[in-house]
T-cell receptor, first 113, second 113 residues
Framework: NAGVTQTPKFQVLKTGQSMTLQCAQD?????MYWYRQDPGMGLRLIYY???????DKGEVPNGYNVSRLNKREFSLRLESAAPSQTSVYFC????????????FGDGTRLSIL | DQQVKQNSPSLSVQEGRISILNCDYT??????FLWYKKYPAEGPTFLIS?????DKNEDGRFTVFLNKSAKHLSLHIVPSQPGDSAVYFC????????????FGTGTRLKVLA
């Protein structure tokens, strides 16, 4: 009954380091998403993958890259971490189609010093 | 330019009373609206949704109302319970085939025993 699994749960990086956040879902969902949550800002979409083989930018894509490795896995990479990327990152997945609810992982808390 | 707004950062309600959480939007192309609940250190969980062709949807203690002319939706929780204490996000998507959602900033509900 795993749903959406994110690793790691916590990470501290130094400015300029790189990092890949992992996300896997076991619900056979087509669509996957990466969000960041900052105080007072709600959830902002970084990148999404409507289906396997496609990725598109969301509201705040700068400084990030993504890979849809297969139907189950969607990773988020920070090539050169900056303090402004300190945030809680959530991965989500959903069935393909309008109005389908998203299922979220429990988040990765990332601090960049 | 925030397309989905939750103007009340917090709300306190007595146990057993009604909780009303509000959400306003600016994009008339939004066609689905969803509410999520989020506990600390967990990902958001889907609560209830409504299509733009409806004005009301009920699920147990939760009812969502949509007023398209006012571009306003609300979530009613009756009766409120201490376990309902959480942050509530509204989210909206438009008919675009991208299955993207725009989230509000959230309202923290505290139900007092």
């Amino acid at each position: 009954n795993a749903g959406v699994t994110q690793t790691p749960k916590f990470q501290v990086l130094k400015t300029g380091q790189s990092m890949t956040l992992q996300c896997a879902q076991d619900m056979n969902h087509n669509s996957m998403y990466w969000y960041r949550q900052d105080p007072g800002m709600g959830l902002r979409l970084i990148y999404y993958s409507a289906s396997e083989g496609t990725t598109d930018k969301g509201e705040v894509p700068n400084g990030y890259n993504v890979s849809r490795l297969n139907k189950r896995e969607f990773s988020l990479r920070l090539e050169s971490a900056a303090p402004s990327q300190t945030s809680v990152y959530f991965c989500a997945s959903s069935r393909r189609g309008e109005g389908q609810p998203q299922h979220f992982g429990d988040g990765t808390r990332l601090s960049i010093l | 330019d925030q397309q989905v707004k939750q103007n009340s950062p917090s709300l306190s309600v007595q146990e057993g009373r009604i909780s009303i959480l509000n959400c306003d939007y600016t994009n008339s192309m939004f066609d689905y609206f969803l509410w999520y609940k989020k506990y600390p250190a967990e990902g958001p969980t889907f609560l209830i949704s409504i299509s733009s062709i409806k004005d009301k949807n009920e699920d147990g203690r939760f009812t969502v109302f949509l007023n398209k002319s006012a571009k306003h939706l609300s979530l009613h929780i009756v009766p409120s319970q201490p376990g309902d204490s959480a942050v509530y996000f509204c989210a909206a998507s438009e008919v675009s085939g991208t299955y993207k959602y725009i989230f509000g900033t959230g309202t923290r509900l505290k139900v007092l025993a």
